[in-house]
RNA sequence: GGCGGCAUAGCCAAGUAGCAAGGCGGCGGUCUGCAAAAUCGCUAUUCGCCGGUGCAAAUCCGGCUGCCGCCUCCA
């Protein structure tokens, strides 16, 4: 299969390191707020690509980090914990208001259908090993502590900036943010820091350097290096750890082992609402939880989400998740009907390879779901496959798709529901339209429609 | 200032050199007591604009316009 590597810009072949198992490791959540649907679909776009390396056959063990130790609201030492105003806006201490979110956040994931992580690390649990890691690098020279902060030297790195692409000599120090005058360099980032300007953060560790907290691009370094080891096949995120939270990533590791790390980086566009970004702080927020208030299910998000490329920005709105809910609801009542049939007609052998075969291809061209689910559709219409065929090929899809069309099933009909039905027949068969529109009216209401066919009438869930 | 992305029908969105996928919506037919559902058909002679290179361009090159992102925390 063929992936896009942002370290490369260029799709390449991909190839794990080892037979036994592709190492994979994604950014996970900074737990100080409900996951938007934004977030989710990054998440969504990592559980796509380990699907897919998983129907071809691939073991993969799966690293995800929670970040539950405080984020400061920039890398300059300003602004303030995202965890700590959590924990002040909701009354709660930082660990509770990170152990609610990551809850829930799990909780979500489970209800998109993202597949669990093997390994789940909280940040809060590896302190000790950023500090012994943070040693080593001062020991190499590759950062140097200043009034009990900790900062990695870029100049030090000469292959700084390889996975942004931005000159080093370019970056405009200063620009948006407050120069951090204890740095060498103003490129340079924090490591540790005990000299913070916030010195009533409650979240502190002891140090070597004084008491206080790791900087911001350590955890997933050591965590990564602590579950994987020296090298890592593919670690995912969202576009905008490229130029800051990835490249940090690269050097801390890259300084400390002493050789190239990992092999691919791989990176999911945003979901735009109103030709923006997507974000915790404008508009309405946008999670599982205020899409549900609007009758929307998480499935129905996850077909949004397959509808588009992952490197491709998304135009979210509910117009378009209303076309997404549509679209999932008619495929769930097209397979059920596929499923009810089961009428052994002759397939078409080679059409049904040649559709298998162009699925292979969709997937295998960088994750390239659109025009997978495309054939979707090519199926339900076709007219030479039988329909075991058809869910056959249906159900092998899902595998990727991760819509649960394997366990889509009809629910049953309520007694009362069965004998409104009845009643509304004999009515019909006595032409009295009218008690028989009232009853289907009582049926609607109950969330059952109608159908009234030559032989009887047919009965369906309203949704 | 630096780096990068995007612009395809009413909406979402594939395609990246050889007659413009798919879904939603809309319109029309069949069916029906009326409906609903289902089903069939239709729904971009054209891919932001202007040039260029090709037998051939939405797809490559140049220019222009518009929108967006990153270089602070962020998926």
Same mark, same amino acid.
């Given at each position: 299969?063929?992936?896009?590597?942002?370290l490369?810009r260029?799709?390449?072949s991909f190839?794990?390191?080892s037979?036994?198992?592709?190492k994979l490791?994604?950014?996970?959540?900074?737990?100080?707020?409900y996951?938007h649907?934004?977030?989710?679909?990054?998440?969504?776009?990592?559980?796509?690509?380990?699907?897919t390396?998983?129907?071809f056959?691939y073991?993969?063990?799966?690293v995800?980090?929670v970040t539950d130790?405080?984020h400061?609201?920039?890398?300059a030492d300003?602004?303030?914990?995202?965890l700590?105003?959590g924990?002040?806006?909701?009354?709660?201490t930082?660990? *509770?208001?990170?152990?609610?979110?990551? =809850?829930? %956040?799990? @909780?979500? /994931?489970?209800?998109?259908?993202?597949?669990q992580? !093997? #390994?789940i690390?909280?940040?809060?649990?590896?302190i000790?090993?950023?500090?012994?890691?943070?040693?080593?690098?001062?020991?190499?020279?590759?950062a140097?502590e200043v009034?009990?902060n900790?900062?990695f030297?870029?100049?030090?790195?000469?292959?700084?900036?390889?996975l942004?692409?931005m000159?080093?000599?370019?970056?405009v120090?200063?620009?948006?943010i407050?120069?951090?005058?204890n740095?060498?360099y103003p490129?340079d980032?924090a490591?540790?820091l005990?000299?913070?300007?916030?010195?009533?953060?409650?979240?502190?560790?002891e140090?070597?350097?004084?008491r206080?907290f790791?900087?911001?691009?350590? *955890?997933c370094?050591?965590?990564?290096? =602590?579950? %994987?080891? @020296?090298h /890592?096949?593919?670690?995912?995120?969202?576009?905008? !750890? #490229?130029?800051?939270?990835h490249?940090?990533?690269?050097?801390?590791?890259e300084a400390y082992?002493?050789?190239?790390?990992?092999?691919y980086w791989?990176?999911?566009?945003?979901?735009v609402?109103?030709?923006e970004?997507?974000s915790?702080?404008k508009?309405e927020?946008l999670?599982?939880?205020?899409?549900?208030?609007n009758?929307y299910?998480?499935?129905?998000?996850?077909y949004?989400?397959?509808t588009?490329h992952?490197r491709q920005?998304?135009?979210?709105?509910?117009?378009?998740?209303t076309a997404?809910?549509?679209?999932f609801?008619?495929?769930r009542?097209?397979?059920?009907e596929?499923?009810?049939?089961n009428?052994p007609?002759d397939?078409?052998r080679m059409?049904? @390879?040649?559709?298998?075969a162009?699925?292979?291809d969709?997937?295998?061209d960088?994750l390239?779901m659109?025009?997978?689910?495309?054939?979707?559709w090519?199926?339900?219409?076709?007219?030479?496959l039988?329909?075991?065929d058809?869910l056959?090929?249906?159900?092998d899809?899902d595998?990727v798709?991760?819509?649960?069309?394997?366990?889509?099933?009809?629910?049953?009909l309520?007694?009362d529901c069965?004998i409104?039905?009845?009643e509304?027949?004999?009515?019909?068969?006595?032409k009295?339209?009218?008690?028989?529109?009232?009853?289907?009216?009582?049926l609607?209401e109950?969330?059952?429609?109608i159908?009234d066919?030559?032989?009887?009438?047919?009965?369906?869930?309203?949704?």
């Amino acid at each position: 299969m063929n992936v896009f590597n942002t370290l490369t810009r260029k799709q390449e072949s991909f190839k794990p390191i080892s037979d036994d198992y592709v190492k994979l490791y994604t950014c996970g959540l900074t737990v100080y707020n409900y996951a938007h649907i934004g977030n989710l679909r990054t998440y969504f776009f990592e559980d796509i690509l380990r699907r897919t390396l998983e129907y071809f056959d691939y073991r993969v063990r799966h690293v995800m980090n929670v970040t539950d130790v405080g984020h400061l609201e920039s890398d300059a030492d300003t602004g303030e914990d995202k965890l700590v105003l959590g924990a002040r806006r909701e009354g709660k201490t930082p660990e *509770e208001v990170a152990r609610f979110y990551e =809850k829930i %956040f799990f @909780e979500d /994931l489970v209800a998109m259908n993202i597949l669990q992580p !093997h #390994i789940i690390c909280r940040a809060s649990e590896y302190i000790n090993d950023m500090i012994e890691f943070i040693k080593v690098l001062i020991e190499k020279k590759y950062a140097y502590e200043v009034e009990g902060n900790v900062y990695f030297s870029i100049e030090r790195f000469p292959e700084y900036g390889r996975l942004s692409g931005m000159p080093v000599d370019k970056l405009v120090a200063g620009a948006r943010i407050e120069i951090d005058s204890n740095k060498r360099y103003p490129g340079d980032f924090a490591l540790w820091l005990s000299k913070s300007k916030f010195p009533n953060q409650i979240m502190q560790w002891e140090s070597p350097w004084g008491r206080g907290f790791p900087g911001w691009h350590i *955890e997933c370094t050591v965590m990564s290096i =602590k579950c %994987f080891g @020296e090298h /890592l096949d593919i670690h995912c995120g969202g576009v905008d !750890h #490229i130029a800051v939270h990835h490249t940090n990533e690269i050097a801390q590791a890259e300084a400390y082992l002493g050789h190239r790390w990992c092999n691919y980086w791989m990176h999911g566009e945003w979901l735009v609402v109103a030709k923006e970004k997507m974000s915790k702080s404008k508009g309405e927020f946008l999670d599982l939880r205020a899409i549900a208030k609007n009758g929307y299910m998480p499935m129905h998000l996850r077909y949004l989400y397959l509808t588009a490329h992952y490197r491709q920005q998304l135009e979210f709105s509910y117009e378009s998740l209303t076309a997404a809910k549509n679209a999932f609801e008619n495929l769930r009542t097209r397979v059920l009907e596929l499923k009810a049939i089961n009428e052994p007609v002759d397939s078409d052998r080679m059409l049904k @390879e040649n559709i298998q075969a162009k699925f292979w291809d969709a997937i295998a061209d960088d994750l390239n779901m659109p025009v997978a689910l495309a054939l979707v559709w090519q199926i339900l219409k076709d007219t030479g496959l039988s329909s075991v065929d058809k869910l056959d090929l249906l159900e092998d899809f899902d595998r990727v798709f991760g819509l649960g069309i394997s366990q889509f099933s009809r629910r049953d009909l309520p007694d009362d529901c069965k004998i409104l039905i009845r009643e509304r027949e004999n009515v019909r068969q006595r032409k009295n339209w009218k008690e028989a529109d009232r009853i289907r009216q009582l049926l609607t209401e109950k969330g059952v429609g109608i159908k009234d066919t030559a032989h009887g009438a047919e009965w369906y869930w309203l949704m």
